[in-house]
């Protein structure tokens, strides 16, 4: 029975290896909520340089908040010529309440059934999740319909993927990215 479950697990995990976008891909199409409701589109935000889009699990857990703010503090620290985008299955009002309680200087987009993460072949898991945090004193809820797999790309102001990086560690993000564009300069 073990060996039927493994072997299943295997054609899930290939079949969707299968379908990743790969570097030379024209990147899919991105519309989402934003984290203050409002429709963020891809084409919208080529024409502004390399733009890296990054899939983490959840709002405000332990390795999510570390690469945000990792992101976060080099946003403010450079003028590069790059955005940054996040996408998770959080609702709207939890990125909202992410980006408040880290003060997050970037955009975070609500991928909440996975469609987004899917289209680029990364992983999803669904199924309700919550977690309570403390924000400005107010105790809050945080709901994801999806967690995604932890994957990010670069997206060049063609709309061409030339980087992509997977089952990225969230203190070692940032430092691939920048890696990459400081050879691509």
Not at 117 to 139: L, Q
Request: charged share 25%; hydrophobic share 40%; aromatic share 10%.
């Amino acid at each position: 029975m073990k060996k039927l479950g493994f072997t299943a697990l295997l054609t899930v995990i290939l079949s969707l290896a299968a379908f990743a976008v790969e570097v030379g891909d024209a990147a899919p199409l991105i519309k989402a909520s934003d984290q203050n409701g409002e429709t963020w589109t891809l084409s919208e935000h080529l024409d502004k340089g390399y733009l890296v889009v990054y899939f983490y699990p959840g709002a405000m857990t332990g390795g999510c908040t570390k690469q945000a703010c990792a992101y976060r503090d080099h946003v403010a620290a450079e003028t590069e010529n790059f955005q940054v985008v996040g996408i998770s299955g959080d609702s709207v009002e939890s990125l909202k309440w992410f980006q408040k309680a880290e003060n997050l200087n970037f955009t975070l987009l609500s991928d909440s059934n996975g469609a987004i993460a899917k289209s680029f072949g990364v992983p999803v898991r669904e199924g309700e999740k919550s977690i309570k945090r403390t924000v400005d004193g107010k105790e809050v809820e945080l709901k994801r319909v999806a967690t995604t797999a932890r994957w990010t790309f670069i997206i060049d102001s063609a709309g061409k993927v030339v980087y992509r990086a997977e089952k990225v560690k969230p203190l070692e993000d940032l430092q691939g990215v920048l890696g990459f564009l400081s050879k691509s300069k």
